[in-house]
């Protein structure tokens, strides 16, 4: 029996019935309503807000959280199909999912009062309420520690000031999770749009995730009640166990890409016919082509593993590190190898591997860049920190 081209290892047949009904859904809602429009939003530079009722509908937005805050509740291999899929689509789409819940929802429900998850969570799940996270600053966002903004209190309020970058949804958002230098360590705050000093503007001339919002932040003693400060967390770990929830998403979302350049390329060199035969008869791209499904392979396993690992509780940090280096690496390897394949017709968004390949010089800087990732398997295998 032939074996699917993009599950050579039956894969599927280790998910649920759920899992499997979810990974399903998803992908009609991307092949239906996002692969027909993301070429123009990516040259027009716009990010598609009127997915953003549907992408709600289905449970999307802080799915891995409990029903009680009207969310689905599902499990985190189901989080990671959806980015997976969603990222099929585009990086941008799959971006505004993650920051959504696992970048703002993830921060209310896990360091929030329960007044704060009740009023903001279920209005986040219906897309009724964007929200963005406000942590890279413009001096460095590899080094998260060096935080120049800072919160001070002023009787039962705090007053912000400082400045955030790269800010995805930043001028979509109705609300902020920024994080501030405070005498008792780092904290989270909402900040909500329209408070007095606190502006977004958005970033132009983006060659890579086009079809999605990035804006910087400025905060110029900015006025917050104290019941906007997430109670329960203090310090960088704060910030950075929401990474941890983010990344995990991320190191799936790479492989939808990475199936989307090489069904592309495989396709394409089937029919293009040079010197009397498709290409694909060929040793060279056939090489390209094996070398594609195997790296997509072990990166299907790979975030499977953590996956089952989160959802038993016991994922660390350093793993999500490695599955994240990994699995965007060879995202963007392959994007930009299908590009070749396809010839000139690669260097137009018509087909998709040029514009995977822009989206993921992105994904591959952000949440961490590549070294970051490296340095963090190095100093957990070691015991050294390099950083
Ligand atoms: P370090 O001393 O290692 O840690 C400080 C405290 O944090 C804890 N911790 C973590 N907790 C949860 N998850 C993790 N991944 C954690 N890593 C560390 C750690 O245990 C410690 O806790 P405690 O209780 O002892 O205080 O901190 P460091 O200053 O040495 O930094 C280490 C480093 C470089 C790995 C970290 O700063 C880092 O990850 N830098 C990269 C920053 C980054 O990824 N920024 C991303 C911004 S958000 C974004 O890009 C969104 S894009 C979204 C989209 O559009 O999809
Ligand atoms: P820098 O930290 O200045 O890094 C520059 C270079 O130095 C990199 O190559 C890096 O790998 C290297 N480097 C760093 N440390 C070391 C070291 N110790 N040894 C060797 N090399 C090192 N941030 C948010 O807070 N919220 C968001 O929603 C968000 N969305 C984003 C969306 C997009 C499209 C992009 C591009 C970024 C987004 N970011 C967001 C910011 C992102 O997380 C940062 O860009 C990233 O963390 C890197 O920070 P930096 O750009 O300041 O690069």
């Avoid at 953003?52 to 805050?69: F, K, T």
């Avoid at 904290?187 to 804006?215: C, D, N, P, W, Y």
Wanted: charged share 20%; aromatic share 6%; proline share 4%.
């Amino acid at each position: 029996m032939a074996l699917n081209p993009t599950d050579l290892y039956d894969i599927r047949s280790l998910l649920s019935e759920e899992e499997r009904m979810i990974q399903d859904s998803v992908a009609r809602f991307t092949d239906e309503k996002v692969l027909p429009i993301i070429g123009d939003c990516f040259d027009q530079g716009r990010f598609p807000k009127e997915l953003i009722p549907e992408i709600a509908a289905m449970g999307l937005l802080g799915s891995s959280l409990p029903e009680q805050y009207g969310c689905a509740g599902l499990n985190a291999v189901s989080y990671g199909l959806i980015c997976q899929e969603l990222e099929r689509g585009d990086s941008g789409i799959r971006s505004f999912v993650s920051v959504q819940s696992s970048l703002c929802m993830y921060p209310i429900y896990a360091y929030g009062s329960e007044e704060q998850r009740l009023r903001w969570l279920p209005a986040m799940a219906r897309g009724e309420v964007i929200g963005c996270f406000g942590l890279t600053e413009p001096h460095g966002g590899s080094d998260p520690a060096n935080m120049k903004t800072v919160a001070r209190k002023d009787g039962d309020d705090w007053l912000i000031s400082g400045a955030k970058m790269w800010i995805t949804n930043g001028n979509l958002a109705d609300i902020a999770i920024v994080w501030a230098q405070t005498g008792d360590g780092i904290q989270g705050f909402i900040v909500e749009k329209g408070m007095k000093g606190f502006e977004a503007h958005e970033v132009h001339r983006k060659m890579s995730l086009r079809a999605s919002v990035t804006s910087a932040l400025y905060l110029d003693n900015v006025r917050v009640p104290e019941a906007n400060r997430l109670p329960n967390v203090k310090g960088l770990k704060g910030p950075l166990g929401c990474l941890t929830q983010a990344r995990y998403g991320i190191t799936w979302g790479p492989i939808g890409a990475a199936i989307a350049c090489y069904t592309s390329a495989l396709e394409y060199s089937k029919e293009r016919v040079l010197f009397n035969r498709p290409i694909a008869a060929t040793q060279a791209v056939q090489l390209k082509l094996a070398d594609m499904a195997r790296r997509i392979t072990l990166a299907q396993l790979l975030s499977l593993q953590l996956g089952r690992l989160k959802d038993a509780g016991s994922m660390q940090p350093a793993q999500v590190s490695l599955a994240k280096w990994n699995n965007v690496r060879v995202a963007l390897d392959i994007a930009r190898e299908a590009r070749d394949i396809l010839g000139g017709a690669g260097i137009t968004t018509e087909h998709p591997p040029i514009r995977h390949a822009l989206n993921l010089e992105s994904v591959i800087t952000y949440e961490g860049t590549e070294t970051v990732h490296q340095l963090v398997i190095g100093r957990e295998v070691t015991g050294i920190n390099a950083f």
